[in-house]
């Protein structure tokens, strides 16, 4: 572990440049994952529900974000072995190649094995595909690089999502699964004229199991975490909770939070690169749990779009800034090892938010779920405080 101060010294080297040729070639890779991955992350359920009802769509998204899961644990120790072009490479193939077979059979047994597959490939793709972006960017520019690399990824997949059941009620199923396999696989060219680095001798790795017992690594993931819960809750939860006569508020609502993350989330960057990340994770903390119960009032347009911009605008921050925080405090050689952490504290954040919120709403309603919400987000103070006092530790 290395235990440098957050906030960078001053220099009067140059600035190094941001936008390398190894950084627009990793962008390839990074946006043909995106686009296989959510071009079909709502077109495999709803082909699922065909063969086998509601019950069947749950079972295949929850394949997928299981093997996703568990994909992103064992990553770190794959890259360690074999390297970042290796690894990523092998991932994007798991993505594309089961995607161009996914309608060869209707049956459950097949969805799911394809959904496993294509979830591990997922996870290869993000935890390796993410050290290696981070060991292409200026360590005096990581936090606007990774603002970039952030907008990069994002934008396909807001594309992507709608576009997938789009493009499936005009050409079918079997053309758009060979479509989101075709943007996989075209991608591992790309990578071919990547840089594998590799971690020097002298450095020591940090696992994944030591890094969730080091408290420099676990304060960004528990604080991260925390406002990834609530961006699952308000991602499925919302077009439920917002009156059904209001229903283009949510619309509205959703694209206000994606851009507000999108804007803080650069400039925390920027902020971070000249002042440090560890001052940031508290305001990213205590702006997305603010967001959260201005949100509850469901009756009302006004504060629903508000409430969710101001979520987003903390989460934008809290992404960059604990990412950007956890890169600071490793040797390259555990640049695996934060990617499979962050991804971790985001996938299993929203996905426990999202089950949660569902049987806290049942009980109480949504209004008093999302105030308690906000409540529990406040549990991840104690990290963020820790953070801000003694940032380099």
């Known amino acids: 572990m290395t235990t440098s101060a957050a906030c960078p010294p001053e220099t009067t080297l140059p600035v190094q440049p941001l936008l390398t040729r190894p950084l627009l070639l ?11 991955f959510f071009l079909l992350l709502s077109v495999v359920p709803a082909y699922a529900a065909e063969a086998g009802g509601g019950g069947a769509a749950g079972l295949a998204t ?3 974000m299981l093997s996703t899961v568990l994909g ?19 991932g994007l193939f798991l993505l594309g190649a089961p995607a161009m077979v996914l309608t060869v059979s209707g049956s459950m047994a097949w969805i799911v094995a394809v959904c496993l597959v294509r979830g591990l490939g ?3 793709t993000i935890v390796a595909g993410g050290a290696l972006t981070a060991s292409l960017i200026p360590a005096e520019r990581r936090g606007e690089g990774l603002a970039v690399v952030g907008v ?54 940090v696992g994944v199991i030591r890094g969730l017992r080091t408290g420099a690594l676990l ?21 439920l909770a917002v009156p059904s006569a209001s229903a283009g508020v949510v619309t509205v609502a959703l694209f206000a939070q994606t851009a507000a993350a999108t804007v803080s989330r650069w400039v925390a960057g920027r902020y971070g690169d000249r002042h440090g990340s560890a001052r940031l994770v ?100 104690a990290p963020a405080l820790r953070d801000l006092r003694h940032p380099g530790h």
């Open 26 to 36: 990793r962008f390839v890779s990074m946006i043909g994952a995106s686009v296989s």
């Open 62 to 64: 929850g394949s997928l």
């Open 72 to 90: 992103e644990l064992i990553t770190p120790r794959l890259v360690a072995r074999h390297g970042y072009r290796a690894t990523l490479m092998a």
């Open 122 to 124: 997922f996870a290869l």
């Open 152 to 205: 990069v990824s994002g934008v396909p997949s807001l594309i992507a999502l709608p576009l997938g059941l789009w493009l499936v009620g005009q050409v079918g199923y079997g053309p758009v699964a060979v479509a989101a396999g075709v943007a996989a696989l075209a991608a591992i060219v790309s990578v071919l004229g990547l840089p594998d680095r590799q971690a020097r001798p002298s450095e020591e790795s």
């Open 219 to 239: 304060r960004p993931v528990v604080v991260f975490a925390a406002t990834a819960t609530a961006a699952g809750i308000l991602v499925t939860f919302l077009p």
């Open 282 to 381: 508290l305001p990213a903390l205590l702006l997305s749990a603010a967001g959260v119960p201005v949100t509850a009032a469901t009756g009302s347009a006004l504060t629903v779009v508000a409430g969710t911009a101001l979520f987003g605008a903390g989460f934008g921050i809290a992404q960059n800034a604990t990412l950007t925080l956890m890169y600071a405090r490793v040797s390259a050689s555990s640049y695996g090892t934060v990617s499979a952490l962050w991804n971790l504290a985001y996938d299993g954040g929203m996905g426990v938010g999202a089950a949660g919120f569902g049987v806290l709403a049942g009980l109480t309603g949504y209004p008093w779920a999302f105030a308690v919400t906000a409540v529990l987000m406040l549990g991840a103070l």
